[in-house]
């Protein structure tokens, strides 16, 4: 039986070190009686996040950890800990997110109002280390939005691309995907969509959720009246040119299982031909040594995924 007025929070660690102690701090704190359970799942970490969960004190819900014995991805640490959930409601929280006071109240409360029960996935405006308000939310990924990412165009022209760094985010708004980093979902739609795809190891998963939702006549928006902290990076930043791998990796996965094949196809080649150089170039006129290291390593990985990938045909 489902509680349908709480919460269940779902955190997956990655040698986020102190950090996940301190967004379970931030929820023992906030809770406001609406969380049922926290349930960690643990990506095979090497360090001693895990050992720093003993030391919080007087944390009045239950707190489950699911240990992995290999790093899984997000998206299957993600199904894996929403099985355990047994509330009306998920909320997929980063370890280096934290919640405030409001957070979950407000959160919950525009979910529970029967004027909204069309919105399937509820985001909040997210602040950074600086206080500032992050550019959090996206618009679905399209052919031509992809491939001036791909280049760099939307670095110019922001509104060619999928971020919505044009959009200050100050206004409560349907908008096509609010960031995984806070991403609060009804338990009953998670389980007809099957959870995230567990193909995307990191990155996309949650847009390849929202979309599936959108398909499926659900709504997102994103709340501006209610925040959350969240650093940004996460612990991906200890694994800079594994990251862009993941990131380039979820692109192609991402096309070919949403886009015509002539489109996909388009993507595919904006992103193993245009866009390395594009990033080169960057690099050297940086003269950041450590960013072309970075895009060499990183298409070098893509290079070796790809064989396997187009040989077992994994595409939609």
Known sequence: MQEQSRLS????????????????????KYHSGLVASVIVVDNASTDNSLDLIDTLEDVPFDVQVIRNSENCGFGKACNLGARLATTG???????????????????LAYMQNPANAGVGICGVQLLDEAGQVSRSCARFPSV??????????DRIFPRLGHFMAEWD?????????????????RRDIFDVLGGFDERFFVYLEDMDFSYRA???GWRSVYLADAQAFHAGGGTSRQV???????????????AFK???????????????????????????????????????????????????????????
């Open 144 to 153: 031509p939005g992809l491939a001036a990412h791909a280049v760099g165009v």
């Open 258 to 316: 949403h886009f015509s094949w002539l489109g996909a196809s388009g993507v595919f080649l904006a992103t193993l031909f245009l866009e390395p150089l594009s990033r080169l170039a960057l690099a050297l006129m940086r003269r950041s040594w450590s960013g072309l290291k970075e895009t060499w390593a990183a298409y070098a990985l893509l290079w070796r995924w790809l064989p396997a990938w187009l040989w077992t045909k994994e595409i939609d």
């Open 89 to 107: 409601y998920l909320l997929f929280l980063n370890p280096d997110a934290a919640l405030y006071a409001d957070t979950l109240p407000k959160a």
């Open 9 to 28: 929070i779902v955190i997956v660690n990655w040698n986020a070190g102190s950090q996940l102690s301190e967004v379970l701090s931030s929820v023992a």
């Open 169 to 185: 985010h100050s206004q409560t708004r349907q908008v096509d995907h609010v960031i995984g980093a806070f991403f609060l979902v």
């Open 240 to 254: 800079k040119a594994r990251r862009l791998f993941y990131s380039l990796r979820s692109r192609l996965l991402y």
């Open 214 to 216: 959108h398909q499926a």
